[in-house]
């Protein structure tokens, strides 16, 4: 007997040919027949939790940051220096065809872009300019847990420390006056994040502008940071 599923529970031929007859194999769905996945229908949801701008730019505009996103059309937090509560949240909206808007700040400021995914975007304008950049979701929260010892140049040349729990949240640290706070998220090979510090102005606040992770026996995170004063660029060694 061949080992067939029809000749392994002995269905006889013609009962066989009467159930296929009933009931014809149906094709598999999605992608046109072909297999494949079935577009996405993006909505508000889709855009939910922490995500990080790389490189947005828009002529002499150049901003990496982070935000959060609650899926029901509000971004509620905004990691960047000079961030007014009062005007949080900004309103969002998703299309279908993964098309969004954001609407940010005071004044407001109109944002663009389309989402390719379920994690990942692309932007198209800035302030009713061309724009490009891109838009990840940060999958892990806790990618840059730990102690990082930092270092300023530039205008500025400080050496502090950070300490970075499972959430991206910055508990304490040292180097500024207290209480030191913040975020920090690393998300595929880049950073992003805002350090806020009991310090006078304009160290009171800065942000990890843009960054590069690099890991090794250390992980290394560089790049641009930026304050109420000339930037520079900072260190970060973990």
């Known amino acids: ?107 407001t400021v109109t944002v663009t872009g389309r989402l390719t995914s379920a994690t990942t975007g692309v932007f198209t304008s800035f302030d009713n300019n061309p724009a490009t950049g891109d838009l990840k979701k940060v999958m892990n929260l806790g990618a840059c847990q730990g102690t990082s010892s930092g270092q300023l140049a530039g205008a500025h040349t400080d050496s502090f420390q950070i300490i970075v729990d499972s959430t991206g949240t910055i508990t304490g640290g040292s180097g500024f006056a207290g209480p030191m706070s913040g975020k920090l998220f690393c998300e595929s090979g880049r950073a992003t994040g805002l350090v806020t510090t009991g310090a006078s102005p304009p160290m009171d606040q800065f942000s990890f502008h843009s960054g590069t992770v690099v890991s090794g026996a250390t992980v290394t995170i560089s790049g641009n940071y930026e304050i109420n004063d000339p930037p520079g660029t900072y260190t970060l060694v973990k």
């Open 1 to 107: 007997m061949k080992n067939t599923i029809l000749g392994y529970y002995r269905v006889p031929l013609v009962l066989s040919v009467v159930l296929l007859a009933l009931f014809p194999i149906m094709p598999s769905c999605g992608g046109g027949g072909g297999g494949g996945t079935p577009s996405i229908v993006y909505s508000n949801a889709t855009l939910m939790g922490t995500w990080m701008i790389i490189d947005l730019t828009a002529g002499s505009d150049l901003i990496s940051v982070s935000f959060k996103a609650d899926g029901n059309g509000s971004i509620v937090e905004d990691y960047d220096i000079n961030v007014n509560p009062a005007t949080l949240p900004y309103p969002y909206a998703v299309q279908a065809n993964g098309s969004f808007t954001v609407l940010s700040g005071s004044p």
